[in-house]
């Protein structure tokens, strides 16, 4: 069983910087993709960023200010999301998602880190 845990979230000032880390129990050659999720309060789930093999996507609100960035070790892969210039309306629950390929393709989650953005 695939286990993804999340962890790097806070509390932080607008204009404020936080990386965010997850650690996915998988091989990479078992893996398409990893990728960043966020829910807000009253919104639905919404993709922030994704790594595949090759390339990098992200959100329109976040492109500039986001990076997404991996590493890889013996069946465990991370990924990275470093968030710069953070305003209010990134506040949210990040989620981490590990996808594996066709034809078996399924998503891994894991169980979230908060992230608020105030003053």
């Known amino acids: 069983q695939v286990q993804v845990v999340e962890s790097g979230g806070g509390l932080v000032h607008p204009g404020g910087s936080l990386r965010l880390t997850c650690a996915a129990s998988i091989s990479f050659v078992n893996l398409y993709a990893m990728a960043w999720y966020r829910q807000a309060p009253g919104k639905q789930r919404e993709l922030v960023a994704l790594i595949t093999r090759d390339s990098t996507d992200y959100a329109d609100s976040v492109q500039g200010r986001f990076t997404i960035s991996r590493d890889i070790a013996k069946n465990t892969v991370y990924a990275y999301l470093q968030m710069n210039s953070l305003k209010p309306e990134d506040t949210a629950v990040y989620f981490c998602?590990?996808?594996?390929?066709?034809?078996?393709?399924?998503?891994?989650w894991g169980q979230g880190t908060q992230v608020t953005v105030s003053a």
């Open positions: 998602v590990a996808q594996t390929p066709y034809p078996r393709q399924y998503d891994y």
